[in-house]
Structure formats: structure tokens, C-alpha cells
Nanobody, 120 residues
């Protein structure tokens, strides 16, 4: 099994920055894509950014140019650098990982979430 633990959330003023981290632990053959999602109150969970094991990235339109996703494969950790934060970025941010287990099965794992609050 794989566990994902997020850190780095908090409160920041509009225009500020935060860096989220998500560390994966446990036994797996390979961690494939890693992603950040967010869920604001009353809204559905949405994809913010993703990164493949090869380093290809994708972003939601409203965070392009402001957020950067990266990963340290040696540490099984994914990061989300968030700059120029806006009040509408306020949400619980969740880490997600697509994992290949030792038996060859694929698993989809989630972290517990970390709160990001941006005050205007």
C-alpha cells in the first residue's frame, strides 16, 4: 500500500506564495503520474496540475503561469509552487498518485488534503 502525506498549506494574502509538498511512502513498483486537485466549499473537486513519471506537466487554465508542479522521483515527492495567489484559489488541496503495485495492479491513492486560504 501507498500513503500520501501533504504539507505546506496555510493562510496567505492575495498575491502571496505557498509551496505544497506531497510525500509518498510504502511499497510500490512505480509511481506513475502524480497530481494536485483542489476542492473549494460547495464545489466539485477539480484537477489543478499533473506530472508524469517522465516529467510532462499539465495545468488547469486558471493556474497556468502562476503554479508550477515538479517532482523529486528519488524522494517520491511532488511539489506545487503557487505564486500570485488569488482568493479564488482558496480550497483544500489534495495530492493524488497513480501507482503500479508489485503485483502489477494499478492503484489510485489520495492524501488527506491540506487547506489553502487566500485572503483578499
Amino acid at each position: 500500500q501507498v500513503q500520501l502525506v501533504e504539507s505546506g498549506g496555510g493562510c496567505v494574502q492575495a498575491g502571496g506564495s505557498l509551496r505544497l509538498s506531497c510525500a509518498a511512502s510504502g511499497s510500490s513498483r512505480n509511481i506513475n503520474a502524480m497530481r494536485w486537485y483542489r476542492q473549494a466549499p460547495g464545489k466539485q473537486r477539480e484537477l489543478v496540475a499533473g506530472i508524469t513519471s517522465g516529467g510532462s506537466t499539465n495545468y488547469a487554465d486558471d493556474v497556468k503561469g502562476r503554479f508550477t508542479i515538479s517532482r523529486d522521483s528519488a524522494k517520491n515527492t511532488v511539489y506545487l509552487q503557487m505564486n500570485s495567489l488569488k482568493s479564488e484559489d482558496t480550497a483544500v488541496y489534495y495530492c493524488n498518485a497513480d501507482v503500479t503495485l508489485w503485483g502489477g495492479n494499478r492503484g489510485d491513492y489520495w492524501g488527506q488534503g491540506t487547506q489553502v486560504t487566500v485572503s483578499s
